[in-house]
């Protein structure tokens, strides 16, 4: 077990902390402490990014395309989640720009960007199993990403941390909604 001096600083040499933030200030938050490597960060945080927004169009086209006597109150929950996709989306572009990145918005090689998938479905059942799918695969995603920033990028982590706490929460919705259809024969 370590041991402190009673008298040591926490910070071993606050003016070298202070030098060094005075160098390289274009880098902003990226400072000499930043352990992860930055280009692989950026591109998996533009890969979420174009994962959040696939899901914001999926859910959109779902809410629209619902139909049925069950369909207004799945609607509203598409639509409460596309809402939420879109400020994971947002936070995450905030969070790449925070690093000295460029988030890609491009709908040019988003598909291919992007975990999960844009599929349709056809019936109410359908639109929410493809949901329900793709949150499972943001899961399993964003749960890799968080493990693999680890300590080296605290604050990405956390971001995605709690997207990943949201996505979870989204995939026990669709799992309720099918339940709750399939106990009306639907």
């Given at each position: 077990m370590?041991?402190?001096q009673?008298?040591?600083p ?7 902390i ?7 200030m274009?880098r902003?938050?990226?400072t000499?402490?930043y352990k992860a490597?930055?280009e692989?960060?950026l ?14 169009l ?8 619902a139909?049925g006597l069950n369909?207004q ?7 409460e989640?596309?809402?939420?996709e879109q400020t994971?989306?947002?936070q ?6 925070q690093?000295g990145?460029q ?17 349709e479905?056809?019936?109410?059942v359908?639109m929410i199993?493809?949901?329900?799918v793709?949150e ?7 749960s ?7 300590h ?5 982590r956390r ?6 706490a ?7 919705d669709?799992?309720?909604?099918i339940?709750r ?6």
């Amino acid at each position: 077990m370590a041991t402190t001096q009673p008298n040591q600083p926490f910070l071993s040499d606050i003016q070298e902390i202070r030098r060094r933030a005075r160098q390289h200030m274009e880098r902003g938050a990226v400072t000499e402490g930043y352990k992860a490597d930055l280009e692989t960060v950026l591109r998996v945080l533009n890969e979420a990014l174009a994962t959040e927004l696939v899901c914001v169009l999926r859910y959109k086209r779902h809410q629209f395309m619902a139909y049925g006597l069950n369909a207004q109150s799945v609607a509203q929950e598409f639509a409460e989640h596309a809402a939420e996709e879109q400020t994971h989306a947002d936070q995450i572009a905030g969070r790449i720009t925070q690093l000295g990145g460029q988030p890609n918005f491009s709908p040019e090689g988003m598909l291919t960007r992007s975990h999960s998938e844009y599929v349709e479905g056809e019936t109410l059942v359908d639109m929410i199993k493809e949901d329900l799918v793709a949150e499972r695969i943001a899961i399993e995603s964003y749960s890799e990403i968080i493990r693999y920033l680890g300590h080296d990028d605290s604050t990405s982590r956390r971001l995605m941390e709690e997207i990943l706490a949201k996505e979870e929460e989204h995939a026990e919705d669709m799992r309720t909604l099918i339940e709750r259809l399939a106990q009306k024969g639907l």
